[in-house]
């Protein structure tokens, strides 16, 4: 028989044994993927420090960081679970509705910026969590601060 | 002298077809995403993500922003497989 590329779409398995007890057990992270969108910038700037760790075990290990690089994650799920935590407590109205607004666009930052400028000044002014886009040029305004965004829908949400 | 309407009915026919036409479809499109505009380009990062999402709520564009995630969903995520040939 010659080999064909799998196709793996047709059966699923669940396999429900846990992990073993010598692993530290961490909750993982509830939110969906528009609240983890809206906080991600703030997640990022808290847990720099983490997520390049695991990103370089991940890199270094060449493949078996599925189970070398478990410690890293277990901080990486810590970190973030206790920002979407503080935001929740501190600034949960905004963040609700810049969610929402993302949910509602195609989860596109651009269309609801209207959303995001007091989510950030609430999140800056009780967290200290300041939202940096990494690698921006230096010299220009970065996009989420500007005015005008060009490619929004209406000039309501910008 | 007035505006000629009844030379621009046909206008308003054929704006009112495509307006409840574009409506209805619409409003079909909200009804199959849980009331929400429909996603578009979606990728393989948006499908794995909403993915988690219908493991996380049971819905396809369920969302929540819980800090926890529910008991047993670090197990819920299946293998994906192939039934073999023998």
């Not at chain 2, 794995?48 to 800090?67: A, E, I, P, S, Y």
């Amino acid at each position: 028989m010659s080999a064909r590329q799998p196709r793996f779409n047709q059966h699923l398995l669940i396999d429900t044994t846990p992990l073993p007890d010598s692993i530290p057990k961490v909750q993982e992270v509830g939110s969906s993927s528009a609240p983890l969108l809206s906080a991600s910038y703030f997640i990022g700037a808290r847990c720099k420090a983490y997520n390049d760790d695991y990103m370089q075990c991940k890199t270094e290990a060449n493949g078996k960081g599925e189970m070398d690089c478990l410690r890293e994650g277990r901080k990486v799920t810590r970190c973030a679970g206790s920002v979407l935590e503080d935001v929740n407590k501190s600034c949960l109205e905004e963040f609700r509705k810049h969610w929402e607004c993302l949910d509602n666009n195609n989860q596109q930052l651009w269309q609801c910026r209207k959303w995001e400028r007091p989510l950030n000044s609430c999140v800056f002014e009780k967290l200290n969590l300041e939202k940096k886009i990494p690698g921006a040029p230096e010299n220009e305004t970065p996009v989420h601060l500007r005015k005008r965004q060009i490619f929004a829908h209406s000039i309501m949400t910008q | 002298m007035g505006v000629p309407f009844e030379a621009l009915l046909p206008y308003a026919v054929c704006i009112g077809m495509f307006g409840f036409s574009g409506a209805t479809l619409s409003k079909i499109r909200a009804m199959q995403n849980g009331g929400k505009r429909a996603r578009h380009s979606v990728d393989q990062w948006d499908r794995q993500m909403m993915d988690r999402d219908r493991r996380l709520t049971g819905f396809l564009r369920g969302q929540t922003d819980n800090v926890k995630a529910p008991a047993g969903f670090e197990l819920s995520n299946p293998w994906r497989l192939e039934r073999g040939y023998t």
